[in-house]
């Protein structure tokens, strides 16, 4: 207990270096997660709903989870990533992959109650899939005889970016401080965004209706200085100098919006990586 309680305070470190501009989702998981390691009987799993616009941080924030909670991090036995792509890929065959899954969790639960389970890309879901994992995620002590409290399922989406990106958009132009943005102001509308969204995954699902998640985590939009934070990180990892004319030549060569303001990077920090490889 007191060894996952240290690796959450490392993991808040690493955030509050790392992830740049993003203080409701680093306060959210944060605070989401030292709660629930250092209950020693939680009433029910840790399920956390990430949010936001491409390359804003959502699937670097599940990776450090994973590094932190799990040797091996996102490698580790006891961490299942799924994608829509690779592991549900045809709609017409949903009935089976909702005997798979359910099957898949429940044998890895009883395998080890310590398992993260991460979904990815949950706006290309076949509709209902979700609906097998409720009885997981719910305040039950015992589900099909498995002991499941210490799990953690994370789902990562785009739903409701533009509505947080419209909330920031907002917020700048009435010369308001980005840290001023409250979770009142985007949550609402993000959930609602899920909810009329028969694309995603916890459409009619009855996850995000009975509250059975614990945070509706959004990301914010990157603007310009965000993403600088993010080429110097890169160069950092890359043990390179952060040369003036790299670093600007990135930030010169992604895409800004709205078109007037040209305020968020399109991508985010998405293909700051790959950009920063043609700069050098």
């Not at 616009?53 to 590094?67: D, E, I």
């Not at 899920?194 to 995603?200: E, I």
Request: proline residues 6%; aromatic residues 8%; hydrophobic residues 40%.
């Amino acid at each position: 207990m007191r060894l996952l309680a240290r690796l959450a305070r490392c993991l808040e470190c690493d955030l509050a270096q790392h992830l740049a501009g993003q203080h409701l989702a680093k306060a959210l998981v944060v605070k989401s997660l030292k709660a629930f390691v250092q209950d020693p009987a939680p009433r029910k799993p840790l399920v956390l709903s990430l949010h936001g616009w491409t390359g804003t941080g959502k699937s670097y924030v599940s990776s450090l989870l994973a590094q932190y909670l799990f040797r091996g991090g996102l490698r580790s036995p006891h961490v299942h990533h799924f994608s829509p792509i690779i592991h549900f890929p045809h709609p017409s065959h949903t009935e089976q992959y909702k005997k798979e899954l359910k099957g898949w969790v429940q044998g890895n639960l009883t395998a080890c109650g310590r398992s993260l389970f991460l979904f990815d890309e949950m706006d290309k879901l076949p509709p209902g899939l979700m609906e097998v994992l409720k009885p997981f995620l719910g305040p039950s002590w015992v589900v099909y005889g498995t002991n499941y409290r210490k799990a953690i399922f994370i789902f990562i989406s785009n739903t409701g970016g533009e509505q947080i990106n419209q909330v920031a958009l907002e917020a700048w132009r009435s010369h308001r401080d980005r840290e001023e943005i409250s979770l009142q102001e985007v949550e609402p509308a993000v959930s609602r965004a899920v909810l009329d969204n028969p694309h995603h995954g916890f459409w009619r699902s009855g996850i995000m209706e009975e509250h059975l998640l614990d945070a509706v985590v959004p990301f914010l939009p990157l603007q310009r200085h965000h993403v600088r934070h993010c080429v110097l990180n890169e160069l950092a990892q890359l043990g390179l100098e952060p040369r003036e004319e790299v670093v600007q030549a990135v930030l010169d060569s992604i895409t800004y919006f709205p078109e007037d303001e040209q305020l968020f990077s399109s991508n985010g920090c998405k293909t700051v990586a790959s950009r920063i490889m043609i700069f050098l």
